[in-house]
T-cell receptor, first 118, second 111 residues
Framework: AQSVTQPDIHITVSEGASLELRCNYSYGATPYLFWYVQSPGQGLQLLLKYFSGDTLVQGIKGFEAEFKRSQSSFNLRKPSVHWSDAAEYFCAVGHLNAGGTSYGKLTFGQGTILTVHP | NAGVTQTPKFQVLKTGQSMTLQCAQDMNHNSMYWYRQDPGMGLRLIYYSASEGTTDKGEVPNGYNVSRLNKREFSLRLESAAPSQTSVYFC??????????FGQGTRLTVV
């Protein structure tokens, strides 16, 4: 069965420090991978996605992620964290739905809550 | 551009009551999805509609029904609400090779 694991439930960093959020997946085929961010009381916003091609993916807000097939990982990184990055982050694997019309059928990790200290 | 719109934003139900959560998207996407979010569990798929006229079960469909009213609208119905259905519900839509676009969520409490 497909699964996504985010090993860190809660991470605290200082503003300006670098950040890496871990994501490991279990999936039989070529994975379609996503990172979403959720601010309190809000919906989910896409940070970046990997469908194919270059394994280093650039996203919004200065985030990047690297797909490593050999390690079944898709870790999210940011070189310098801002206070506004405090939120919950979700990694997800997209599956082709029964109709073959989209990869929006997602399996999510448990989420990582990021706290940023000034 | 509104994207994905969910109504209502908040709802309190008594056990056994029924209600329908509404979702509409204006991006002309074929696929629409309903997820629930519970603390420490990420989001889990309840039902989805790959295209107008079709619906399929997701990971946690028990206690729910759905209707794909037209290409824009996808509703989720709780026929007899239970406290275990207290959650935040998200609707999403997508197309092939796009990400899923999410609504702002409906926070449901069943007492």
């Amino acid at each position: 069965a497909q699964s996504v694991t985010q090993p860190d439930i809660h991470i605290t960093v200082s503003e300006g420090a670098s950040l890496e959020l871990r994501c490991n997946y279990s999936y039989g085929a070529t994975p379609y991978l996503f990172w979403y961010v959720q601010s309190p009381g809000q919906g989910l916003q896409l940070l970046l996605k990997y469908f194919s091609g270059d394994t280093l993916v650039q996203g919004i807000k200065g985030f990047e992620a690297e797909f490593k097939r050999s390690q079944s990982s898709f870790n999210l990184r940011k070189p310098s964290v801002h206070w506004s990055d405090a939120a919950e982050y979700f990694c997800a694997v997209g599956h082709l739905n029964a109709g073959g019309t989209s990869y929006g059928k997602l399996t999510f990790g448990q989420g990582t809550i990021l706290t940023v200290h000034p | 551009n509104a994207g994905v719109t969910q109504t209502p934003k908040f709802q309190v139900l008594k056990t056994g009551q029924s209600m329908t959560l509404q979702c509409a998207q204006d991006m002309n996407h074929n696929s629409m999805y309903w997820y629930r979010q519970d603390p420490g569990m990420g989001l889990r798929l309840i039902y989805y509609s790959a295209s107008e006229g079709t619906t399929d079960k997701g990971e946690v469909p028990n206690g729910y029904n759905v209707s794909r009213l037209n290409k824009r609208e996808f509703s989720l119905r709780l026929e007899s609400a239970a406290p275990s259905q207290t959650s935040v519900y998200f609707c999403a839509s997508s197309e092939l090779y796009t990400e899923a676009f999410f609504g702002q969520g409906t926070r449901l409490t069943v007492v």
